[in-house]
């Protein structure tokens, strides 16, 4: 039973230029959120895709944005990268029932921004 | 966000210890999460509260889900060295979004 995954596993970037992340949710999980973690802090919510519709955002600007396709898998692109947008961004997936949301995390992106 | 205030910011263990962190919000939730995050990882689940009351144990973790909704704690009996690492608790509401604490570090003790 394969867990979350997602690629790359590193990436640099410049300022300005754009980005896009990928990951695969656990077996059976119909949902995809996103998180990013500077170093030395807890994760930050980004957003959360079910049903390939963005569900909850977080307080990030219009430059983060997201797509679920039809098998569950979802991208976060960033757009005009800044120097402050370098962190880990981890991908947690999780199966929609009721009101109880236990999400699994991926080994996440290191994304640096020069 | 909702913030949660986790403590201790870091311990130091000796092994066979227990040791003990917890987590306080000014918010109510309706579940309470447990991660362990390793150097370079992403958060790995330890023990999943959905119930005020609940007491869970996994192994030799122990959790516990705030009788007020508002707080947890994470018992982690006889350390051992693979212990280390950083202890997160999150919260989950009818929003589907989880916020974090700051973590707690694990290291051993010299």
């Known amino acids: 039973d394969a867990g979350v995954t997602q690629s790359p596993t590193h990436l640099i970037k410049t300022r300005g230029q754009q980005v896009t992340l990928r990951c695969s949710p656990k077996?059976?999980?119909?949902?995809v959120s996103w998180y990013q973690q500077a170093l030395g802090q807890g994760p930050q919510f980004i957003f959360q895709?079910?049903?390939?519709?963005?569900?909850q955002r977080g307080n990030f600007p219009d430059r983060f944005s997201g797509h679920q396709f039809p098998n569950y898998s979802s991208e976060l692109n960033v757009n005009a990268l800044l120097l402050g947008d370098s962190a880990l961004y981890l991908c947690?997936?999780?199966?929609?029932?009721?009101?109880?949301?236990?999400?699994?995390f991926g080994p996440g992106t290191r994304l640096t921004v020069l | 966000g909702q913030q949660l205030n986790q403590s201790p910011q870091s311990m130091f263990i000796q092994e066979g210890e227990d040791v003990s962190m917890n987590c306080t919000s000014s918010?109510?939730?309706?579940?309470w999460l447990w991660y362990k995050q390793d150097p370079g990882e992403g958060p790995v689940l330890l023990i999943a509260?959905?119930?005020?009351?609940e007491l869970t144990s996994n192994g030799r973790l122990t959790a516990q889900f705030g009788i007020t909704r508002k707080d947890s704690f994470l018992n982690i009996s006889a350390s051992i060295p693979s212990d280390v690492g950083i202890y997160f608790c999150?919260?989950?509401?009818?929003?589907?979004?989880?916020?974090f604490g700051a973590g707690t570090t694990v290291t051993v003790r010299a």
């Open positions: 077996s059976g999980h119909d949902t």
């Open positions: 999150a919260g989950g509401s009818n929003d589907y979004k989880l916020s």
């Open positions: 947690a997936s999780s199966k929609r029932q009721g009101w109880s949301d236990t999400q699994y």
């Open positions: 918010s109510i939730f309706n579940t």
């Open positions: 895709y079910y049903e390939e519709e963005e569900r």
């Open positions: 509260l959905y119930k005020a009351g």
